[in-house]
């Protein structure tokens, strides 16, 4: 484990935070979201994990292996569409 940082629980609104050192941020590559859980009597900050992580990559290849069809017949105009509306 590294070296121990005494920090103080600082009143934010309703709520109480603590500050984290810049230098610490840099180092874990936290930013802007975390995540927060209890593990026995410790409380772990982690960095939150982004949702939809990878799904550009996944859709070039889709794309790549022409995989990236529709998988439902759609159709654009309706039965209404064709009797019902006038231009």
């Keep these: 484990m590294g070296t121990a ?31 927060i859980e209890l593990e026995d009597d410790h409380l772990i900050i982690r960095s939150a994990s982004r949702a939809r992580m990878g799904w550009d990559k996944a859709f070039t290849a889709m794309a790549e292996h022409k995989d990236d069809n529709l998988l439902d017949n759609v159709s654009t105009t309706s039965l209404w569409d064709q009797t019902d509306w006038e231009w």
Excluded: A
Excluded at 12 to 21: A, D, L
């Design 5 to 35: 940082i005494k920090t103080r629980i600082v009143r934010i609104g309703n709520s109480q935070g603590i500050r984290i050192p810049k230098t610490l941020l840099e180092q874990t590559g936290i930013s802007t979201f975390v995540e």
